[in-house]
């Protein structure tokens, strides 16, 4: 009997997985140096990590579990040390900032750009790989790192198409937190599990309202899938204490730092934060940076475990369609904070930092929305093959298309069907087919098609654009870089 053959491996991505192609890779690519554009100009460094690292420099620190080995993609090395993708670029630069401490200046001011991998279960919109984008300076103690960070994240969102008025960065301090925690009773290592629980529930608190996150510091909540999640378990006068925190922005900074002064009483690490938060909207009022475009406010609290400090988010606020076509606002695109204990886990010494990430994938969307990306993308002019001898003409004639800064390419599929070649360029979204045949050759002219128009000749042009801008014209083979150049609107 013969063996049966091998099975062909299935042409699909792995689940959680994804593909880009073309105008997402550009749109993204031309979105980050953008950004890159902002960072530098505001002395930043840029870095590139492996994306591998070991578990151990990982760290516990990835999101709502327990464990290192847990949500990222990890594997056991020849020598025995488990190694794993890296889940975020901020654990990557701590391990650097430790490795590198004797080279690197202090404060240390690094942007990086690239993939992140989590072992988490996909949903909708949801991958297990996806970019960040983030800017951390290492080394500083001092609130106007945390200012700066604020007013950078500001410019970056102005920068990549986002205008003043359609988003908001929302500054609000650990410290303060801890210190109303401090006042509800909740200080100390015997509190640490339901400290967690109201963190948690105070980051949901856009998406509850205040009742959800009420009940979940409490005895706990149901959704309406009939899912119960355990709360905190705290009494009506605690959980007053708190939900007077997440309610305590006024309509200026100065009163909502009175109001949170009220909160914290006479808790020194309360205290401590509220003077921080003044600290800082001094430092951006100085700097032009208003309510319009950055505030204090409460509400934020960032779920991760490691911010110490001030900590950030930037919200977007105008109002797409959802995908039952009811409005919403878009939300979130970047978050981060002071996180002073990182670094300290591979030297044992304080190292202060501060950071932020911005959502990539997001913030694309949101620039998509706002019909800043996302547009036709021209493909290459695609000269055309009449002639398999002559190749050598077509690829002149492409040389110096290039050579003029003009994208281009010779169709190098079978050329005998000609139609063929023109639904190539078409599905390159080619804005211009060059054309020579032996005639033209003899004359020494070329034919020009122009494929936008020709697609819309029948449909929207008037005949006075049409004379204008004829959908097939023959000119000069010398001026063939002039007249395509023309064409392209050059």
Not at 89 to 110: I, W
Not at 136 to 159: K, P, Q, R, Y
Not at 250 to 255: I, S, V, Y
Request: hydrophobic share 40%.
């Amino acid at each position: 009997m013969a063996d049966k053959p091998p099975r062909r491996p299935r042409a699909e991505t792995p689940k959680g997985f994804r593909d880009y192609f073309g105008a997402e890779v550009t749109e993204r690519k031309a979105m980050l140096d953008r950004i890159a554009g902002v960072y530098h100009r505001y002395g930043f460094d840029p870095l590139e990590t492996s994306a591998v690292e070991t578990v151990e420099a990982l760290g516990k620190f990835l999101p709502d579990v327990d464990r290192p080995n847990e949500g990222v993609f990890a594997w056991q090395d020849e020598d025995a040390d488990w190694l794993a993708l890296r889940y975020d670029l901020t654990a990557p630069l701590a391990r650097v900032a430790a490795q590198y401490r004797n080279d690197l200046p202090s404060p240390y001011r690094r942007y990086a750009m690239g993939p992140v991998w989590r072992n988490e279960k996909p949903g909708p919109g949801r991958f297990r790989q996806f970019y960040q984008c983030d800017a951390d300076t290492v080394g500083s103690a001092s609130v106007a790192a945390d200012a700066e960070i604020c007013a950078m994240l500001a410019d970056a969102l102005e920068e990549v198409g986002i205008p003043r008025g359609d988003y908001v960065v929302k500054v609000n301090n650990r410290k303060v937190l801890n210190g109303v925690m401090e006042v509800a009773g909740l200080s100390g290592d015997d509190k640490h599990h339901e400290r967690g629980i109201v963190l948690r529930a105070i980051d949901k608190i856009d998406r509850l309202g205040p009742e959800g996150v009420r009940a979940l510091l409490g005895e706990g909540r149901k959704d309406e899938s009939g899912d119960f999640t355990k709360g905190a378990g705290l009494s009506p006068d605690q959980a007053e204490v708190v939900m007077g925190f997440t309610s305590a922005k006024r309509d200026t900074g100065a009163a909502t730092v009175a109001r949170l002064r009220e909160l914290v009483g006479a808790s020194v690490i309360g205290s401590e934060g509220v003077a921080e938060l003044e600290s800082i909207a001094a430092l951006l009022e100085a700097q032009g940076y208003g309510p319009d475009r950055i505030v204090l406010d409460p509400g934020v609290v960032r779920g991760l475990g490691y911010y110490t400090g001030p900590v950030y988010e930037a919200e977007l606020t105008f109002e797409i369609l959802d995908e039952k076509g009811r409005k919403r606002q878009f939300g979130s695109v970047a978050g981060g904070g002071r996180y002073d204990g990182l670094v300290k886990r591979f030297t044992g010494q304080d190292v202060p930092a501060t950071g932020v990430s911005i959502g990539v994938d997001r913030l694309l969307a949101a620039l998509r929305a706002k019909g800043r990306v996302g547009g036709e993308t021209a493909g290459p002019v695609v000269v055309t093959v009449m002639d398999r001898e002559r190749m050598a003409d077509y690829m002149s004639m492409v040389g110096e298309l290039r050579q003029a800064g003009i994208r281009a390419e010779v169709y190098l599929g079978n050329p005998k069907n000609f139609g063929n070649q023109l639904k190539y360029a078409d599905k390159r979204q080619s804005p211009v087919a060059v054309i020579q045949g032996g005639n033209e050759a003899e004359k020494g002219t070329v034919i020009l098609k122009d494929l936008i128009l020709g697609a819309k000749i029948a449909e929207s042009a008037t005949l006075e654009e049409w004379k204008d801008r004829p959908a097939q014209v023959e000119v000069a083979r010398a001026d063939l870089v002039a007249a395509i150049r023309k064409m392209l609107g050059q």
